[in-house]
């Protein structure tokens, strides 16, 4: 408690001068100063001129995606079932290690990403690609559940612990440690490092400001809020995760254990209840998506833009081939590293395929993307408002449940980020600097209440997105360690050994 008044005192002294640069759009210039630069490094497009533009990060990640599922013989469909017992508690083995449960470590790592991506980040693809974009976010869901399955795999093998109990790992130690196995230890060191880095910004941006950004723009939708006033949600949003975030990972994996699996249940009844009431514009609303999915009418850039915006808001959703759900689940208690790779594979089915599918569904069947009283929304790419209004059509009361709803959301997603974000933090600086990267996060809370929901998306975009790069490198090095030790697993499992294992635990 001492470390929250410190910090709401910090607050109450930089809202003032935080307001007057606002007012000057100092904070906006900033994020359109670093949105440039980055995304003609990181950005470029690597199509010839006239077939629209494929960022070559976009592209780095579907072909990652698709040759993993291939190399791993499509293992998101063949181990759903397996997964599933595992998530259950079926094969918990009391001497494993760590630091959280295999079911905390995917609702603290679903909690990142089931969320305003969800929410928010389907109606921008719908605004920037159409309805079609829904068709390309599910088929990339289902090729960054391998990818995910991967990286967490690779994730528990390479974790650390340390002498304070608490467990280092991601793709900074898979990279770091990996890269050496092959003597490549140098540049395996700075490839973490860049991750690292990458990571801590990202946690700053599509973990925190985005969050923020389109949580207060639902919020003020409904309460109507002045603009002067949009500081005090986020100095309430602030102190309301620095409680939880001080206590690290156990009091983050316990809040998202009781959120997560309340938030889905209460917003899928909604989206089912709407579609269930709408069921005879259902077959012209898939007609429209499908259509716009696979659609020449803009010709060949038009349809590349379309998969492009479709991948670009999987990836922030669902965050597969990012690395980051590697952090999370690196602090469970498993006996076997692919185990955990198993329940990986269950976050971008239920973020990406059916969470994402429903909230689109639930869009195009109101109309509310192309309705001209919504275009102020559209064009401002405020997404959850834009979601909120599409739920309101239907249901007239719902939008304001919907607000603190997508609050909660915001919420989960910023408590487990931040804690990706510090492990980075402790990667690059060490253990005892911790405390300082989580100031930085809740002044950062604040801050994004101040900036404009178009440059934060932007910026969200290039600094998460971009850690699939060094991360990928890693995937492809050490694809032969995971499928060595996925052999090894499937031989046991097939041949009862598992089974004989759990029934010597129990006795």
């Known amino acids: 408690m001492k470390h929250i008044a ?198 700053l941006g599509g973990g925190n ?96 833009g379309v998969i492009v915006q479709g991948f670009k808001r999987a990836a922030f959703s669902s965050e597969a081939g990012i690395g980051s759900a590697a952090i999370a689940h690196s602090a469970a208690s498993v006996k076997y590293p692919v185990r955990q790779g198993f329940v990986a594979l269950y976050e971008p089915f239920i973020d990406t395929i059916v969470i994402c599918t429903m909230t689109a569904l639930v869009i195009v069947i109101t109309g509310v993307y192309n309705a001209p009283e919504h275009a102020l929304l559209v064009e401002a790419k405020q997404g959850a408002a834009l979601t909120a209004a599409a739920f309101g059509s239907v249901i007239s009361w719902f939008p304001m449940i919907l607000s603190v709803s997508v609050v909660l959301f915001a919420y989960s997603t910023m408590i487990s980020w931040s804690y990706y974000g510090e492990r980075c933090w402790t990667y690059v600086f060490g253990e005892k600097f911790s405390m300082v990267y989580r100031v930085i996060f809740l002044v950062f809370i604040v801050l994004a209440s101040f900036v404009s929901a178009g440059n934060i998306l932007d910026f969200s975009d290039l600094l998460l997105l971009s850690m699939a790069f060094p991360n990928l490198i890693a995937l492809y090095l050490l694809q032969g360690k995971v499928s060595d030790a996925l052999k090894e697993y499937l031989d046991k499992l097939r041949s009862g050994e598992l089974d004989q294992e759990l029934e010597g635990e129990l006795r």
């Not at 390479?158 to 003597?183: N, Q, T, V």
């Open 6 to 203: 410190i910090f709401i005192f910090f607050l109450a002294n930089m809202v003032a001068p935080a307001s007057a640069l606002a007012a000057e759009n100092g904070m906006d210039d900033l994020f359109g100063h670093v949105n440039e630069q980055l995304g003609s490094v990181l950005f470029y497009n690597v199509l010839p001129e006239g077939y629209g533009e494929m960022p070559f990060i976009v592209g780095w990640l579907i072909v990652g995606a698709v040759y993993l599922t291939i190399r791993f013989g499509f293992i998101n469909l063949r181990m759903m079932g397996h997964a599933f017992q595992i998530i259950r508690g079926k094969y918990h083995a009391p001497d494993a290690k760590g630091e959280v449960t295999p079911f905390q470590a995917l609702t603290t790592a679903l909690s990142a990403t089931v969320g305003l991506g969800n929410i928010a980040g389907v109606a921008i693809a719908i605004i920037l690609g159409g309805p079609g974009a829904i068709i390309w976010m599910i088929v990339a869901g289902f090729f960054g559940m391998t990818a995910k399955f991967t990286e967490v795999t690779l994730g528990q093998m390479y974790r650390e612990f340390r002498s304070d109990g608490r467990i280092m790992g991601g793709a900074m130690e898979y990279l770091s440690k990996g890269f050496a196995e092959k003597g490549m230890a140098p540049i395996g060191k700075i490839l973490a490092m860049l991750f690292a880095i990458l990571c801590i910004g990202a946690s």
């Open 209 to 304: 400001a985005f969050q923020v950004s389109q949580a207060m723009g639902a919020v003020q939708q409904e309460l109507g809020f002045a603009d002067d006033m949009r500081w005090v949600f986020g100095v309430c949003m602030a102190i309301a995760v620095g409680v939880v975030i001080i206590g690290g990972i156990r009091r983050i994996a316990h809040a998202a254990e009781a959120i997560v699996p309340t938030m889905v249940i209460l917003y899928l009844s909604a989206c089912i209840w709407i579609i269930i009431s709408n069921i005879a514009v259902l077959p012209e609303a898939f007609s429209v998506i499908w259509h716009g999915a696979f659609s020449l009418e803009a010709g060949i850039g038009g349809l590349i």
